[in-house]
């Protein structure tokens, strides 16, 4: 089969790869449909050999794509009855832990402490055909559900999905999202169905509109220097209650802080970047809650799935562009400029 990998330096190259075989406890995925992520673009941007790559030890290449959803179409010895059945609709939790330790028992198996493998990253993930992973780290996918919106909730979405339910947001709040990418733009359509009155910040038009369309009350383009005090112009000088940093910048995530109000709450999602506080006066003495909040559980997906299954929650808006796997190039070239929604290869 072929596969999409990233060998550094903004190339992405397609290889041929064997068909994947379950080996015990595992299943084969039949990919319907693998999503781009931001995080991507850290190793697609990388410099060739540079050790975020991920590589293994060898050197040898690994299939991109840590957002993966499709049909199980074998499964290994071991599997227990009723888990990840032949032909079922499936996304994948894209970690593997020691499947053992509470963690991992837990669902949250990326916080391992015996060390973790991340599909798309350090194993073989869901650009390609096909893809094989632990049976435990299937996650049913809703029959009203597409595969692509599937894709989404594997990553993105259900990464903005996560860190919302843990800053425990209400209709009561006022929400400011920095950074419009597939994660924030995420934030912003469920803290908008959630009621609150949501503030979208970015350096690109593009996506300002596109989080305009999602639901956000005001969009605020963040390149101007003057984002704390336009905040606070816009909440009667209090600033917001709550802020969510998706896109990782130090700058992003100081305005971040300085703009919520006494007794609020700041989220991190967005990887990267560097932050430096004066604890007494940008911590201790507005008495913030900050919180870093990395992806989700499994049954944290299930639950973002049923929440955008039973509320009828029309994710498909989230994609911009779809491609076929003979497009990568063109498609990480594009996703790279950071102007658009949400790319997804289609299968």
Known sequence: ?????????????TLDFPDPSPGPDEVVMEIRASGMCGSD???????AGDPSLGLPADGSPVIAG????????????GVPDGVAPLGSRVMCHHYRGCGIC???R??????????????GVTEHG???????????????????????????????????????????????????VFGQGPVGLSAVMFAAEMGARVIALDIS????????????SECVDSSDGEVVQRLHDMTRGEGVSMAIDCSGSSQACIQAVRSTRTWGIVCFVGEGGTLTLDVSQDMLRRQLTLIGSWTFSSPGQS?????????????????????????AEEAYRRFDRQTTGKGVFEF
């Open 41 to 47: 673009l850290h190793i697609y941007r990388a410099a």
């Open 106 to 119: 837990s669902g949250w198996q990326q916080l391992c402490s015996e060390g973790i493998a991340v599909y």
């Open 102 to 104: 509470a963690t991992c």
């Open 1 to 13: 089969m072929k596969g999409v990998v990233f060998p550094g330096d903004r190339q992405v190259e």
């Open 303 to 327: 639950e973002c799935a049923r929440y955008v299954a039973d509320r009828g929650i029309d994710l498909e808006r989230i994609f911009t562009h779809r491609y076929s796997l003979d497009q």
């Open 126 to 176: 869901a650009h390609a055909p096909y893809m094989k992973a632990p049976a435990a780290t299937m996650v049913p996918l809703p029959e009203s559900l597409s595969f692509a919106e599937g894709a989404a909730i594997s990553c993105g979405t259900g990464t903005a999905y996560a860190a919302l339910e843990r800053m425990r947001l209400t209709g009561r709040d006022t929400l400011a």
């Open 66 to 77: 840590h957002e993966p959803c499709g049909v199980v179409v074998a499964r290994g010895a």
């Open 205 to 216: 038009r593009e996506r300002l509109a596109l989080a305009r369309d999602f639901g956000a």
